[in-house]
């Protein structure tokens, strides 16, 4: 943890702020997990803390302590451009460019509060006054558990606290099952537990709390999963009146790219969504080992994250993009090889 953005961070918290916590568009269990443990870490504090979410966010995270409270800018702009006016400290949670937050971006530089970021994510913009950033952390969450002991209020993580940060450590590891899950992490996740984070409670609330829609479209996207063995690469596609047809919510598609994965010999796997209405293809990427989907978002579909996990977008149509992947695959079939 570096010693001197501890030291600005504690300066910029020694008087009680207004501070907003945002996570990034379609946030994740990491990304909220991280908004929510800090919220009710500085209002123990005396800060006014609000959450901001650019969107709406899945509903398998909405147990979560304070969930109820959360701002969608999408649905709630006024309340939350009034918000952002008013900030004096803007923490931004699990991502490094404002882009990632996408309209909400405009306001937020107009009003350029002071920004601090803490994220686990590679190559950051330059956008913050304080950023804390290690990519080989499992998770944002992680990184904000680190920080509050740093800041020396780990006496103060309560078991709402404790239960917001391990839901993110717990997404982001896949169970603690990925290559990021550190000893560190482990210890990290046992010190969560002590302080009251319900392991059992949590896993079901995330995990087995499934709709039967969800299932069929599980079942729909494994009918449509498409192995490419000269490639050790498995892909997944869902169309928009496929998603529609099984009456789909946010975060039904969640870990649904880790089946591709999963296949003996299988070194890449994607999943490409449809989404109408942004206009756009959503995709995400998993590897094992060395091979970076990071580089490979990054190089060809605007995007990027970890070596092992990323994301990317196309504007094309779902067959088109597919085409693309498929036609890139040939220039990296050395290192999907070895």
Known sequence: MNPTAIHSLKELLRLPKRVLLVPHKNPDGDAMGACLGLCHLLRAQNHAVTVISPN?????????PGADAVVVYEKQEAMAKGLIGSAEVVFTLDFNTLERIGPMAEPLRAAAPPFVMIDHH????????????????????????????????????????????????????????????????????????????????????????????????????????????????????????????????????????????????????????????????????RSQGDFSVNNMARAHFEGGGHINAAGGRSSESLGDT??????????YQKALME
Not at 56 to 64: A, R, S, V
Not at 322 to 331: H, K, S
């Open 122 to 285: 590679q190559s950051p913009d330059g956008y913050a006054q304080v950023t804390l950033s290690d990519p080989d952390m499992s998770s944002t969450c992680e990184m904000v558990y680190h920080v509050i002991r740093a800041l020396g209020l780990g006496d103060s993580i309560t078991p709402s606290v404790a239960s917001c940060l391990y839901t993110g450590i717990l997404t982001d590891t896949g169970s603690f099952k990925y290559a990021a899950a550190t000893p560190v992490t482990l210890r990290v996740a046992a010190e969560l537990m002590e302080r009251g984070a319900p392991h059992t409670d949590i896993h079901r609330n995330i995990y087995d709390t499934n709709r039967p829609e969800r299932l069929q479209l599980l079942g729909c996207a494994l009918q449509n999963l498409v192995i490419l063995k000269e490639f050790r690469t498995a892909y997944i596609t869902l169309s928009q009146d496929e998603l529609d047809r099984h009456r789909f919510h946010k975060g039904d598609t969640e870990g649904f790219v880790n089946y591709g994965l999963s296949l003996k010999d299988v070194v890449l796997a994607a999943i490409f969504i449809e989404n109408r209405d942004e206009g756009i293809i959503k995709i995400s990427f």
């Open 56 to 64: 709406e966010f899945p509903d398998f995270l909405k147990w979560m």
């Open 322 to 331: 597919v085409e693309r992947f498929v036609g890139i695959l040939p220039q």
